[in-house]
């Protein structure tokens, strides 16, 4: 089960030493459930302040969060988040740490005990499950984060540059990962990069965001039907996407109609 | 089994929307509070109240009011007192410095070489470990009652903290920063006054501010058990309550020591961001 | 699933379990201590501090104390008073240095008074904490409390402030209420500053016992001590001085191991 994500006149701004600091402005974002959709923009734009004002970790300014039929008022177990950090808690196993949300949840321990064991055979590290993060590789790690948010079974998924801390090789066999799990419900997921090619490769609609305070300059429809191959990276047309995200993005922040363009 | 998970995020949306409902705008009492000051000026202010009350209640043998101790002030001033307290620092300062001459050497030394630490560490950490005041009766017998059983016990107190955060600085700096230094042949000099002494110079603030506390400590603890100097003031005036006398010698005691504290403390911050930024060069 | 290839690529990065302890600073140590002795040997032969006896003739007197059961009665009963104040100054620190950390406002209120409490010499209160707690027990009890109670705060607090917020917000996304964050995320992040304020109020709560036991009365290790100086039995006396240090230093070690041992997941 899967839900929509409604953004509607979404503004915020911080206080700081040096003044009230403008980081989004006026965004208007409607996702149909089952979507993937990825946001791209330059460091400091906002992207994962919204992401958190989604999640309800952060109250907005102005504007409004729906998701399904409810707004959003706090943080709510109906949505999973993955952090760029992991951040997952260093004194408890594998298994102990995808359990988190579960517990949360009031589940019983029998049955907390097998849905996260469940969820790390799904990304591949049941023979890890007594093991500390601490002996985990960054990839590892950020794989037992992914199992966390999505143990809880969430209708919304979150993502805040999920494979931004490992190296390249790992992140590209992430991806593939991430859409093989995507693929068995279709999920809404909510993915912030600065990686074009990341965008591209993983999701349905690219959103291209404006450096701050952020604003929606483009929606991307991706063209290329699923489910994604490996080979996908290095065909042409891909290489042409990418160049028209690009130059979305470098001539971000001009007065610009907002619309939707299929392809280059 | 899908279910129960839908029932139990149920139970918690409920739950969520009921506290965002209680959250209350904060009251005119709440935003007072919320100054630095506010609540601080709160709870000392009834400490104080508490305080004189009390002695107003139980008499002048139980606990001085606070004009009472004022009054006790001057009048240790004006017999002489504080020029015995000065005399005691000056005995103490003497002890402190001489526990620094030793101490500072000694925790760079074992800073930097692992065969030193090796052999040197487990004296230092026993002497942190025991109990020093089991060594004043032999000093003592020692060193008699005079100045050099003063110096003595000062040393005794004084002479860790130095020892062991000198050794934390100099461990400190950056092996990064020396490294490079090396590749640029730098004078053993040079490395010593550009590289260890910005790095390890917070470190070693930090252990003489630790090691003043106890130097406090130390002259206190070894005055009062041969009753002379400050510890023979303290200890009579305790023991015919005297308590105005008292409080007057006992408070500019501890205005001295969280006065040294604040200085060398804000001196250690100063130094932590040159050496920051000198890290960084 | 791609999952065998990513087995290669993503291989658990087994920490290198460098020995902390290697033969050669076991070497340094062992000779450290054969050192001490022998210096402690020729000194005391020589007499040339009238007061220090060597080991030869203090170990001996040590044996015959223990045998009598004397010094460790002694022993017991300051310990007794450092273990009650010890328990004391857990039990009223942590929630204390608790507050300090998790709210700025309380900090700005306990905060300076710990910093006094630090900065100022404790022991100058010896003279007028009979007038407040009596000589006996509660006297005693109430010194070392004083002695122990800040380094317990300050160690408590600091590790409750550095609880990653990073940490927290994940917990908060995972819909954590206000009481499990304490339970779940703030005390077993500050744990280890906890046990090491712990561990160094048990270091202070021997010390400031056997200070209550010398200075506020003479009684049990203090009464030991003062009598074998004023007699000047200097083998005793440095027997006893010996003794204490070894309780001491082997207290501390048990406290390092149940540190330790509480802290395992601390791999690397």
């Known amino acids: 089960m899967t839900l929509g994500v409604e953004i509607r006149n979404l503004d915020m701004s911080f206080e700081s030493k040096s003044g009230t600091i403008h980081v989004l402005d006026d965004i208007d974002l409607s996702l149909d459930p089952g979507i993937f959709c990825s946001i791209v923009g330059p460091s400091g734009c906002g992207k994962s302040t919204m992401l958190r004002i989604i999640d309800g970790l952060i109250p907005p300014m102005a504007g409004s969060v729906t998701v399904g039929d409810t707004v959003v008022t706090g943080p709510s177990l109906d949505r999973g988040f993955v952090f760029q950090q992991f951040n997952l808690l260093p004194w408890r196993t594998v298994l102990a740490n995808v359990e988190f949300g579960l517990e949360n949840l009031g589940v019983q321990k029998q049955e907390r005990r097998e849905r996260a064991k469940r969820w790390l055979r799904v990304v591949d590290l049941d023979e890890f499950e007594s093991y500390y993060p601490a002996q985990l590789s960054g990839g590892m790690q950020q794989r037992v984060g992914l199992a966390r948010a999505l143990a809880i079974e969430p209708e919304v998924l979150l993502m805040d540059e999920p494979f931004g801390s490992v190296d390249d090789q790992t992140r590209m066999l992430l991806q593939e990962e991430l859409l093989q799990i995507w693929e068995r419900d279709h999920k809404t997921v909510v993915f912030v990069t600065h990686d074009i090619e990341e965008a591209l490769f993983l999701s349905d609609l690219v959103v291209v965001m404006s450096p701050r305070p952020g604003r929606i300059i483009q929606k991307i429809a991706v063209p290329f039907g699923r489910p994604r191959k490996d080979t996908l990276r290095g065909d042409p047309e891909f290489s042409r996407q990418k160049q028209t995200v690009w130059e979305e993005l470098r001539g971000g922040g001009l007065a610009r109609p907002v619309g939707e363009v299929a392809g280059g | 089994m899908a279910n129960s998970l839908a029932k139990a995020k149920e139970k918690q949306q409920v739950q969520i929307t009921k506290k965002a409902h209680e959250r209350k705008a904060p009251s005119t009492l709440g935003r007072l509070l919320s100054g630095k000051w506010g609540l601080r000026l709160i709870v000392y202010g009834a400490l104080l109240v508490g305080w004189q009350v009390t002695a107003m209640v139980k008499g002048p043998f139980f606990a001085p009011t606070i004009p009472e101790t004022l009054a006790g002030i001057a009048d240790a001033w004006a017999n002489g007192y504080y020029s015995i307290l000065f005399d005691s620092l000056r005995q103490m300062i003497v002890g402190f410095l001489l526990s620094l001459v030793i101490a500072i050497p000694l925790g760079a030394l074992i800073g930097r070489s692992r065969v030193m630490d090796d052999l040197l560490s487990p004296y230092v950490n026993t002497l942190f470990v025991t109990s020093k005041e089991a060594l004043i009766p032999l000093f003592v017998i020692l060193f008699g009652i005079g100045f050099q059983y003063r110096v003595a016990v000062v040393v005794l107190f004084a002479f860790f903290f130095p020892v062991m955060n000198t050794a934390a600085g100099v461990r400190f700096v950056d092996q990064h920063l020396i490294e490079t230094a090396r590749a640029f042949c730098t004078s053993r000099w040079r490395m010593f006054k550009a590289i260890y002494l910005p790095g390890a110079a917070p470190f070693i603030v930090a252990g003489i501010r630790l090691g003043l506390g106890m130097a406090l400590k130390g002259f206190v603890i070894a005055e009062i058990w041969v009753i002379t100097g400050t510890g023979r003031l303290l200890v009579e005036a305790g023991s015919l309550r005297l308590l105005d006398t008292y409080f007057a010698i006992a408070l500019v005691i501890a205005a001295i020591g969280i006065g040294t504290n604040e200085g060398l403390k804000a001196l250690e911050r100063r130094l932590r961001q040159h050496a920051h930024l000198g890290n960084e060069g | ?268």
């Open chain 3, 1 to 268: 699933m791609t999952t065998a290839a990513t087995g290669r690529l993503d291989k658990p990065r087994r920490k290198h379990r460098v020995s902390r302890v290697n033969p050669y600073q076991i070497g340094r140590w062992v000779l450290s201590i054969l050192i001490f002795f022998m210096a402690w040997e020729i000194v005391g032969r020589s007499g040339v501090l009238f007061a220090i006896k060597p080991p030869s003739e203090v170990l001996p007197a040590l044996r015959d104390e223990l045998a009598s059961g004397e010094i460790l009665a002694a022993t017991v009963g300051t310990l007794q008073v450092a273990f009650l104040a010890f328990v004391i100054g857990a039990l009223f620190g942590i929630p204390v240095g608790t507050l300090s950390g998790v709210s700025v406002r309380w900090a700005s209120v306990i905060d300076p008074l710990v910093g006094a409490g630090w900065a100022v010499p404790i022991v100058m209160f010896v003279p007028i904490i009979s007038i407040y707690a009596g000589f006996d027990l509660l006297g005693k009890v109430f010194l070392t409390l004083l002695m122990n109670v800040f380094v317990i705060i300050v160690n408590t607090s600091t590790g409750v402030r550095e609880v990653p917020f990073e940490l927290k917000e994940m917990a908060r996304a995972f819909g954590i209420s206000k009481r499990q964050m304490y339970r779940k995320v703030i005390f077993p992040w500050a744990g280890p500053y906890i046990l090491t304020g712990l561990r160094l109020g048990l270091g202070r709560s021997v010390q400031g016992a056997i200070l209550a036991d010398l200075f506020l009365r003479a009684d049990n290790l203090g009464l030991y001590i003062v009598n074998a100086a004023s007699s000047f039995q200097l083998e005793i006396l440095l027997a006893a001085v010996f003794f204490v240090t070894l309780v001491a230093a082997g207290l501390m070690l048990v406290a390092r191991f149940f540190e330790w041992w509480l802290l395992r997941w601390k791999v690397g």
